[in-house]
């Protein structure tokens, strides 16, 4: 696991920014595994900001979203669907045919998660995967567990995953209480993952993630094994580290 020092959350955002910049520009054709969150929201800008100046073309891009509550309409304004095209989608000049979500409004897990990963393996999985990270270590909605999961499966949300995404919604019992995600193994799948992380809350989870065993107590921890990934993080994130 690589780790790249930045200052600050606007540093963070920009390096981060522009290692998905090079990846666009050297392969036109890239598939992207995108992530939503607070964390990407500054690289997300910083990304719209080269396009407008005309450094980058997404016409071929393909993306997959890590996850999405189950249960909410893709049009829900607290929906992963709805915060992409906000936030990325709806600014740069990608094909919407090209963007995939998990479908949360199919209530038939086995469906939506299955034909999921069938289409990232017919698009020859990611090129790049960004990923943010929970306090508690999860990536995408795998939570700390027993096992490493496999697949795009449904999940029951952690007590605290719940609590840290009530702040986006009007009350703690509207937050959907599943979500379907990418498993680890599809993660692990991306020939580069980037992970950002910037802030104190979540100084103990990248310690965890980068001098703690590879364990499923903190499904982070995986990426230690990954061939070509990359922490991008600002001091505060960074400041457990021994
Ligand atoms: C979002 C996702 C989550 C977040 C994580 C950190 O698609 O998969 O794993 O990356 O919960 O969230 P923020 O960035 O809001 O701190």
Do not use: W
């Amino acid at each position: 696991l690589k780790i790249m020092r930045a200052r600050d959350y606007d540093d963070m955002s920009r390096k981060t920014a522009n290692i998905i910049l090079a990846q666009v520009i050297l392969k036109p054709t890239s598939v992207l595994g995108l992530a939503t969150g607070t964390t990407p929201i500054g690289a997300y800008e910083a990304i719209i900001r080269a396009y407008e100046r005309g450094d980058v073309d997404f016409s071929q891009v393909q993306t997959f979203n890590l996850d999405e509550y189950r249960g909410l309409a893709n049009d829900d304004p607290q929906s992963y669907h709805y915060f992409m095209r906000k936030h990325l989608f709806d600014n740069i000049n990608i094909d919407l045919d090209h963007v995939h979500v998990p479908d949360g409004s199919n209530a038939d897990a086995a469906a939506a998660t299955t034909a999921y990963d069938q289409m990232i393996e017919d698009a020859g999985f990611c090129d790049l995967q960004l990923l943010g990270i929970g306090r508690n270590g999860h990536i995408g909605f795998n939570e700390p567990d027993a096992a490493f999961s496999t697949g795009t499966h449904c999940v029951d949300l952690t007590r605290s995953t719940i609590e840290a995404n009530a702040r986006l919604f009007e009350r703690e019992q509207d937050v959907p209480r599943q979500a379907y995600t990418m498993g680890i193994q599809s993660i692990m799948h991306s020939r580069m993952v980037i992970i950002a992380a910037a802030g104190d809350e979540k100084a103990q989870a990248v310690r965890d993630m980068c001098q703690g065993p590879v364990v499923p107590s903190c499904p982070a921890s995986v990426l230690q094994l990954h061939p070509n990934a990359v922490l991008v993080a600002d001091e505060l994130a960074l400041s457990l580290l021994s």
